[in-house]
């Protein structure tokens, strides 16, 4: 690994720990640390602790594993491959399912007009362009009908179902993202059409001049028209003109990451997800 490469992953995994410390408190177990959320909204997860003299161990996972349970959260475990390589072995080993995700960081040359991949609006939601609670509600709820059905193959879900999912939205969850954006910690974007309303959806977390491309996703029935990437590169070219420096994400699979290169990202390494592995129904 070259200085450069070493340095860009050495921000990226400074931005990892910093991002939840304003939302939750942090407990080391070990190697480990664990982000635990005050008050509502998604829990956060385990990660290796920064500053660490060793990678973690099969003890520190279990420990880390038994307070999260002990405090009903899910046992999640996230690392960069490249700064923990051990890791992956000793996560396997303690039973755990391990995504390997390819991730990406924006080349700015390479970056696409969000226009030359579709000819629906994307609109942004930022601190210059409040957004409204309703479009906050709109975008979580394209995310979680999108997230339901992984990849990018078409299927029905479609406007009716991201209104249904409108109605299970937590008022707690919007409040927090409104504040967020507000701050200018974060933003959103959504790609929408007067007839159907908001298609996809995406936002950003930014920690001073790196940010986080995440949630992006699209209504299955809208999918194959090129809106994620134009989501992608809307919320890109606006990061940029803030001051942006760094601009990375993590994709799901080889498949989705192939949405991003096209949008002027690059891969630079594995963001590993570590959980128990879902037994399925007999």
Partial sequence: ????????????????????????RAEDHGSCVLFVREGSGWPFYARPRRGADRSPSLADLTAVRARQRQLGLPETLEWVHEIN??????????????????????????????????????????ASTPPTAADVAARRAVAAIGFAAPGTSRGEA?????????????????????????????????????????????????????????????????RRRGLAAAVTAALSHALLTEGVEVIF????????????????????????????PTIPPP
Avoid at 162 to 186: C, F, K, N, P, Q
Avoid at 252 to 275: H, K, M, N, P, Q
């Fill in 1 to 24: 690994m070259d200085a450069d490469h070493a340095d860009l992953l050495g921000r990226l995994e400074q931005f990892y720990d910093a991002v939840p410390r304003d939302a939750a």
């Fill in 85 to 126: 390589p051990d890791l992956l072995t000793v996560a396997r080993s303690a039973g755990l399912a391990v995504l390997e995700a390819p991730l990406l960081v924006l080349d700015p040359t390479t970056l696409a007009d969000p226009t030359t991949f579709t000819d629906v609006p994307v609109r942004l939601l930022t």
């Fill in 158 to 222: 479609g406007p009716a179902q991201r209104d249904t999912a409108l109605y299970g939205l937590e008022v707690a969850a919007l409040d927090e993202e409104l504040t967020r954006i507000a701050d200018g910690s974060r933003l959103a974007a959504l790609a929408e059409t007067p007839e159907d309303g908001a298609l996809a959806s995406g936002m950003a977390m930014r920690v001073d001049d790196v940010a986080e491309i995440a949630g992006v996703a699209t209504l299955p029935s809208a």
């Fill in 249 to 276: 994400l993590s994709a799901g699979s080889d498949e989705i990451a192939r949405v991003y290169l096209r949008a002027g990202f690059r891969r630079i390494g594995t963001a590993c997800i570590a959980e128990p």
